[in-house]
């Protein structure tokens, strides 16, 4: 079949965005008075779990910590001053796109593709990192956009892909994804996509069976020369 719509995930994917989302953590847990600090190892271990106040929780969980001394409502209160961090340090030009991720997004565009992504990270995250990084006509630049906050089971589920080819209206052997995590192509090869991987700074460790290509970035990467080696079927 043709490839008619590519999707892609945010987070490592488009942008080295998770470092940036560290930093933000770590920012508002100051901000709060917590002691908390996640560290490059120990944010690459909570990276296992997808979602941000997931992985709050599962670190409190790990310090032995119950819900009546952090409520999920204290949790979701330093998410959201995290996120107006991220939100700040985006629109500071701190977090560029991906090699080549421009080039494919509005080359695919140009020859007709429709775009979508489909994420577990927040709709506002998205809108800050799109906005920053392919100006004020970024967000019209993809036709669906699902956020993880919009489906009930997050990535390995498929139930972010599911929602966004069903948005689309078309057959998943319609659809390329684009992937950097052992989570995401998980999810999106139980959707039936086939899959891009581009391991980024947090997920070159793991594995990636399944994927289409595993490649270093989209630099390189030809969309035509790809339908036609690899026909989606």
Not at 147 to 166: F, T
Request: proline content about 4%.
């Amino acid at each position: 079949m043709t490839i008619q719509a590519l999707i892609f995930d945010v987070d490592g994917t488009l942008a080295e965005t998770e470092e940036i989302h560290r930093l933000a953590f770590n920012a508002a847990f100051a901000q709060v008075g917590l002691s908390w600090f996640w560290d490059r190892d120990v944010y690459r271990d909570l990276l296992r779990v997808t979602g941000g106040k997931e992985r709050m929780r599962l670190y409190a969980d790990q310090r032995g910590l119950s819900r009546d001394e952090i409520p999920d409502a204290e949790i979701a209160r330093i998410h959201a001053l995290k996120t107006v961090r991220y939100g700040e340090m985006v629109r500071g030009g701190d977090c560029p796109l991906r090699p080549g991720v421009e080039r494919l997004i509005r080359g695919a565009r140009a020859r007709g593709h429709r775009l979508a992504i489909c994420t577990t990270t927040t709709r506002v995250n998205i809108d800050e990192l799109v906005a920053a990084t392919l100006g004020a006509d970024g967000p019209g630049l993809f036709e669906v956009i699902v956020a993880g906050d919009e489906v009930r089971r997050k990535k390995p589920a498929p139930d972010a892909y599911l929602r966004a080819i069903d948005a689309l209206g078309l057959e998943a052997g319609r659809c390329l994804a684009f992937e950097d995590s052992h989570n995401g192509l998980t999810a999106a090869l139980a959707a039936g996509l086939t899959t891009i991987v581009t391991p980024s700074f947090y997920t070159s460790h793991e594995s990636f069976e399944g994927a289409a290509l595993v490649l270093p970035d989209l630099s390189g990467f030809d969309l035509q020369a790809f339908a036609l080696d690899c026909p989606i079927s």
